[in-house]
């Protein structure tokens, strides 16, 4: 009886211990060394204490304005960027002439891009309303040609990696003539000599004034909108200086002598398709236009042995100083938007001059009609990119208009007498300073 009184006892404690441990373990305070005499007891403890199961945050969102061109090119190659980079592109079809004035609104309703790509002249207004981010370019900045570089820096800073230039040139019918010479003088005597109805169609005349295509009847010979030494200044307004007198004073003598045409945009467009004229002078985004004939493009002839000092236009990518994601944003320019296959898919989609070195090398081999409008920036300068600006189009435009419509006397409406082009250019570069001085 004793022996199993003992025995029923000893079970008892066995029982009792295995309860004790099944309790300590599950509360834990014991451990697997613990547990060594009751190892069931160690698997109902993995199952009570796993880890939940969890769900990965969504990626990032990157949004992107674009005009559709471009935004075409882009779309079926953000896939390798967001696999790579683990965030979402949304590249969102924009109207181009309305992305300077919409992101300016959108961004501070917190509903803007992240990245807009826009025009360089749109740089000083909005870095001064605050609306654009610096950006650091780093060894890339050795890629871009210098004209795109400078034509988004602005007050010591860049604000936007530069894609593509664009500046005039000289389209020439290769039925009529072979190329485009490099003197007015000799340019008009092909003309006399393939009898057509008119020589050089170029938009800024018919009653259609166009600064930006005759800037160089204004540059090319010491002319200047703005001194633009170290950045632009306003203060310091060319207009009605020797060098832009003297090239207004030229344009006056090629209009009388019927080498220029008073023609607007599509007047000069359309002479030229027909054949009516031998010449056209406006930009690379014209030649799809341009190929009604069998055409060749050249230089602008030299002005009294200048080159032909036309206005560059450089597109570029911006960082909205808006976006909460402006380090990511900086990413994609530079480590996707920026690489030759990008802006390569870019270019074949709207063919505008490379502002990389690296693209306009792949360009220039099969294009040779590039490699002229890029020799045409190259004389170049960019748009002035500050506020200011936006006080010199309309004087400018409306006094070399005078110039080329030969729209001389006086007007009734405000009595002004402009008896000749330097008295045009004067009148311009007054109403500019006014306006400037005025806020």
Not at 36 to 57: F, M, N, S
């Amino acid at each position: 009886m004793k022996g199993t009184k003992l025995n029923r006892n000893k079970l008892r404690m066995i029982v009792f211990l295995l309860l004790f441990s099944l309790v300590a373990t599950a509360c834990g305070g014991g451990t697997t060394e613990e547990t060594v005499d009751a190892p069931e007891a160690t698997e109902a403890p993995k199952e009570t204490l796993a880890a939940p199961a969890t769900t990965a945050p969504p990626p990032e969102v990157i949004v992107v304005w674009a005009e559709e061109k471009v935004a075409t090119a882009l779309a079926p190659l953000v896939g390798a960027y967001e696999a790579a980079a683990g965030v979402k592109v949304e590249v969102v079809i924009y109207d181009f002439g309305a992305i300077r004035t919409d992101v300016q609104t959108a961004g501070p309703a917190g509903e803007g891009p992240d990245v807009f790509l826009g025009a360089h002249d749109w740089v000083g207004e909005l870095a001064a309303n605050g609306v654009v981010a610096p950006m650091d370019l780093g060894a890339i900045a050795s890629d871009i040609f210098d004209v795109g570089v400078t034509a988004f820096s602005y007050g010591g800073n860049v604000y936007g990696f530069p894609y593509a230039t664009e500046a005039i040139a000289m389209f020439y019918n290769a039925d009529l003539v072979d190329s485009v010479p490099t003197t007015w003088e000799e340019l008009k005597a092909t003309c006399d000599s393939a009898g057509v109805e008119l020589c050089v169609g170029a938009p800024g005349g018919g009653g259609g004034g166009d600064a930006y295509h005759n800037h160089p009847f204004v540059a090319s010979s010491g002319g200047y909108v703005f001194a633009s030494e170290g950045g632009f200044d306003a203060s310091d307004v060319g207009l009605d200086n020797a060098g832009a007198i003297s090239a207004a004073e030229y344009l006056d003598g090629l209009v009388k002598n019927g080498t220029v045409a008073s023609t607007d945009y599509g007047g000069s467009m359309s002479a030229f398709q027909e054949g009516r004229s031998v010449y056209w002078m406006t930009g690379p985004w014209a030649r799809g236009d341009a190929s009604a004939v069998n055409y060749g493009v050249g230089l602008i002839p030299e002005f009294s042995g200048y080159a032909a000092t036309p206005f560059v236009g450089v597109r570029g990518a911006m960082i909205s100083s808006f976006s909460d994601k402006q380090v990511l944003a900086q990413s994609f320019i530079l480590d996707f938007f920026a690489t030759v296959e990008v802006q390569q898919a870019m270019y074949e989609s709207d063919p505008r001059l490379p502002a990389t070195k690296s693209l306009f090398a792949v360009v220039e081999a099969a294009d040779p009609i590039a490699a002229v409008f890029a020799a045409s920036a190259a004389n170049g300068i960019p748009m002035p990119n500050i506020p200011e600006m936006g006080n010199v189009w309309g004087p400018m435009a409306d006094a070399l208009l005078v110039i080329r419509d030969q729209a001389y006397g006086t007007n009734e409406e405000t009595g002004v007498t402009i008896s000749n082009a330097s008295d045009a250019m004067k009148l311009a570069a007054e109403q500019v300073r006014a306006a400037i001085a005025g806020g």
